[in-house]
């Protein structure tokens, strides 16, 4: 998801690939990325060291770990946090996070098959 994120940003001008950092495990799964001038990181304190929005895009089962992974390296008053993770609670990332400004980010499918 994080991956699809990232080059639709740049469709839309957005960002330019400088200005994002894609943060995975698997760095060699990003080489396409890091091939068109996006950061790529490992390290989740390094991906986010310098970033304002952080966008969390993985699956539901994996977010307990991201949270606990980043939670130390997050300065609530400076950065904010997007979820575009299914079915979680902004109320309970933001109790993860130490209260960080965090926001649902809701596909144009998933907002319009709340509204039936």
Known sequence: ????????????S????????VKRRQTDRLADLY????TVRADSAKAI????LIMLAVQPRQLASLLA???PH?????????SVVSNASIADIRGAL???RV???LSAERSSSRKT
């Open 69 to 71: 992974d980043i939670a």
């Open 14 to 21: 957005r960002f330019t690939p400088a200005q994002v950092t």
């Open 49 to 52: 060291a310098t970033s304002d």
């Open 98 to 100: 130490d209260e960080a």
């Open 103 to 105: 926001c649902s980010i």
């Open 74 to 82: 997050i300065d609530a008053a400076r950065q904010r946090v997007g």
């Open 35 to 38: 091939q068109k001038d996006y």
């Open 1 to 12: 998801m994080g991956k699809a994120l990232a080059r639709d940003w740049l469709r839309a």
